[in-house]
């Protein structure tokens, strides 16, 4: 089994910082051969897409985050990261990340697309 684990959420007073990051764990070797993503979900919103992040490392960011946000990975160590500048008390919201990719197990080759448990970023104004 593949699992995601998000750490890094907290509460910041706005024009702050946070780094989130996500890391993958399971049994075998982990190839996060697919691009990744970072969503959040504001209360009584539906969940949005924040960055995204391929396999290369090539990046794009939704308007809202452009110039703030920056997702990084680390594929040694089975994690991405985003780094969050500048927080608004808009950015205030329940923050997940999905990564694709393949495990190799007992020599056979498994895809896997898993989400976080997500993390809670509070931005007080």
């Known amino acids: 089994q593949v699992q995601l684990v998000e750490s890094g959420g907290g509460l910041v007073q706005a024009g702050g910082s946070l780094i989130l990051s996500c890391t993958v764990f399971g049994t075998g070797r982990i190839f996060m051969s697919n691009g990744m993503g970072w969503y959040r979900q504001a209360p009584g919103k539906q969940r949005a897409l924040v960055a995204t992040?391929?396999?290369?490392?090539?990046?794009n960011y939704t308007d809202p985050v452009k110039g703030r946000f920056t997702t990084s990975r680390d594929n040694a160590k089975n994690t991405v990261y985003l780094q969050m500048n500048s927080l608004k008390p808009e950015d205030t919201a329940v923050y997940y990340c999905?990564?694709?990719?393949?495990?190799?197990?007992?020599?056979?080759?498994?895809?896997?697309?898993?989400w976080g448990q997500g993390t809670q970023v509070t931005v007080a104004s």
């Open positions: 999905n990564v694709g990719g393949m495990r190799l197990r007992a020599g056979v080759f498994e895809s896997f697309n898993c």
């Open positions: 992040i391929t396999s290369g490392g090539s990046t």
